[in-house]
C-alpha cells in the first residue's frame, strides 16, 4: 500500500478545507460571518466532525444568543426600543438531521434549567417540611417544550428574562391553539411578538401579570407543512410573516462519521452563552451613521417592493426584525471579550442587513412552496431528477437501471411508482405513463 507522505496530507487537509469554506460561502447559505470567529469555527468543525447543516446550526446558536440576552437588554433606535425577540422556522423533510443541531445549540440553556429545577426540588422539599410555611418556591426555567397556556403564563412570570419555545414539529404547537379554551391563543403570540403585557386572570389561583414579556421560538417544519402553517388565517393576520425560514438547498445525507465536536469548541460555546446570560441591564443605542445605513437600505428595498403585496408585506416585518437582529450580533460580539457597553457598531448594522436578506430569500421560496401545486416538491432531489429521466410512457422492467443510477432500490422502487400524482399503472404488465412532463 502507498504510504502517504506528510506532503498530501497537508494538500488532503487543505482541500477538505476549500470544500468547507465553499459551504459558508454561497449566498444561499446562512451568512454565519454574523458570528465572532470562534462561533464561526464552531460552526465549521461541527459540519466537518457530525455533519451538522450550517443553516440548521446557526439558526439554533442565533436563536439560543437572543433566549440568553432576553429582556436584559433592549436598543433604542431613536423612535423605538427593540427586543431580543425571534420566531425561527428550519425547513426540511424528515431525517434531514434538524433536531440534533438544535438540540446541541440549547445545551447550555437546558444545563441552567437542569441545575434550576434542581435547587428548586431542594426547596420545595425544604418547603414541605416546615411548619409555618412561607413563600412557595417556584421552578425557573427558560425552555419550554410541552406546556399549556396557562404554564407558559407561569414560566413568563418566574422568568424575568423571557422563554424559548422549543418544538421539533412547530405545526403539531400552532394546531394545538385554543385546544384548552376556545379564542384566542394566536392573537396572544402576535401580541408576544411586540413584547406586550400578558394578564391572566384565573378563578382559582393569583392573577398573572408580566409587564414585557419576551417569546423566542424556535422548531422545524416539514416542506409539505407549509400550506398547512398558511391556514387558519395565518397567512392574514401576520402570524406568518412573523416568522424567519431557514430553507436551505445545500442539504445532503446526515451520515454517521464516529467523530465530536472538539471539546474547545463546545468549552468556548458554552462559556459565550453565558456570558450573554449574565450580562449586566443595558440599552443599547445608535448613532447618526448606523441610522443613515438603516434608511438607505429601507427606503431602497420599500421602493423596489411597493407594487407586490407580498414582498410589501414580508419588507414590513423584516424591517422591524433588522433592530433585534442589530441586538444581538452586536451583544455576540462584545460576549466574546466579556465586556459590555451601550455602543453599537456600524459593522453589526451591516451584518444584520446581510442576514435579513438571507431570510427574505427563505421567505419568497416560502411563499412560492405555499402557492404551488406541484407535486414534486415533496419529494429528495434524486427522485425529481429521476422522474425528469423517465420517458413519457415506459416498462418498469427496461428502467431499473435508471433507478439505480439515481440510488433507488427495494421498495422504494414500487413507493415511487404508486404515488398516483405523479404516475398512471397503464395494466398489470409494469406499464406507466407519467401524469405530467
Known amino acids: 500500500m502507498m504510504k502517504t507522505t506528510a506532503i498530501q496530507v497537508q ?30 469555527e464552531l460552526i465549521k468543525d461541527a459540519y466537518k466532525t457530525i455533519g451538522y447543516n450550517p443553516d440548521f446550526l446557526s439558526t439554533g446558536i442565533l436563536s439560543i444568543c437572543a433566549t ?20 425561527l422556522a428550519i425547513i426540511g423533510r424528515q431525517g434531514i438531521g434538524k433536531t440534533h443541531p438544535l438540540n446541541f445549540s440549547k445545551q447550555p440553556i437546558e444545563q441552567k434549567d437542569k441545575q434550576n429545577y434542581k435547587i428548586f426540588q431542594e426547596l420545595i422539599n425544604t418547603y414541605e417540611d416546615q411548619e409555618k410555611k412561607g413563600s412557595k418556591p417556584k421552578y425557573v426555567n427558560s425552555i419550554l417544550t410541552d406546556f399549556t397556556p396557562e404554564k407558559l403564563a407561569e414560566a413568563l412570570q418566574n422568568n424575568e428574562k423571557g422563554i424559548l419555545i422549543f418544538k421539533d414539529e412547530l405545526i403539531g404547537w400552532i394546531n394545538s391553539f385554543d385546544q384548552y379554551k376556545k379564542g384566542g391563543d394566536q392573537q396572544k403570540y402576535l401580541e408576544f411578538f411586540n413584547g406586550g403585557t400578558l394578564t391572566v386572570d384565573r378563578v382559582s389561583k393569583d392573577p398573572i401579570r408580566v409587564e414585557k414579556t419576551n417569546v423566542n421560538i424556535l422548531g422545524g417544519l416539514q416542506p409539505k407543512k407549509l400550506k398547512e402553517l398558511a391556514g387558519n388565517g395565518r397567512n392574514d393576520d401576520g402570524f406568518l410573516s412573523r416568522m424567519l425560514f431557514v430553507y436551505p438547498t445545500n442539504l445532503k445525507p446526515d451520515l454517521f462519521t464516529g467523530e465530536s465536536i472538539h471539546q474547545s469548541h463546545v468549552d468556548n460555546y458554552n462559556s459565550f452563552i453565558n456570558n450573554l446570560y449574565n450580562a449586566p441591564a443595558l ?39 433588522v433592530w433585534r437582529l442589530v441586538l444581538v450580533i452586536e451583544m455576540m460580539q462584545q460576549a466574546t471579550i466579556n465586556n459590555f ?97
Open 283 to 321: 440599552t443599547l443605542k445608535t448613532t447618526d451613521s448606523q441610522i443613515k445605513i438603516y434608511k438607505d437600505w429601507q427606503h431602497k428595498k420599500i421602493k423596489e417592493c411597493f407594487n407586490d403585496d407580498l414582498e410589501t408585506s414580508i419588507q414590513a416585518k423584516l424591517q422591524t426584525y
Open 341 to 437: 457597553t451601550e455602543t453599537i457598531s456600524d459593522t453589526s448594522i451591516i451584518k444584520a442587513i446581510k442576514l435579513i436578506e438571507y431570510f427574505r430569500n427563505n421567505a419568497l421560496s416560502v411563499n412560492d412552496r405555499i402557492l404551488s401545486t406541484n407535486p414534486l416538491e415533496d419529494l429528495p432531489t434524486n427522485k425529481i431528477d429521476l422522474f425528469n429521466k423517465l420517458p413519457l410512457e415506459f416498462k418498469r422492467s427496461d428502467v431499473l437501471h435508471l433507478f439505480e443510477d439515481y440510488e433507488i432500490k427495494g421498495g422504494a422502487i414500487g413507493r415511487f411508482l404508486n404515488n398516483k400524482s405523479l404516475f398512471i399503472r397503464v395494466n398489470s404488465k409494469g406499464n406507466y405513463k407519467k401524469k405530467f412532463t
Open 68 to 87: 440568553a440576552i432576553g429582556n436584559t437588554t433592549n436598543l433604542f433606535n431613536g423612535s423605538y426600543s427593540s427586543q431580543p425577540i425571534l420566531w
Open 11 to 40: 494538500k488532503n487537509n487543505s482541500t477538505l478545507s476549500n470544500i468547507i469554506d465553499a459551504e459558508f460561502s454561497s449566498d444561499l447559505n446562512f451568512p454565519t460571518g454574523i458570528f465572532p470567529e470562534a462561533i464561526q
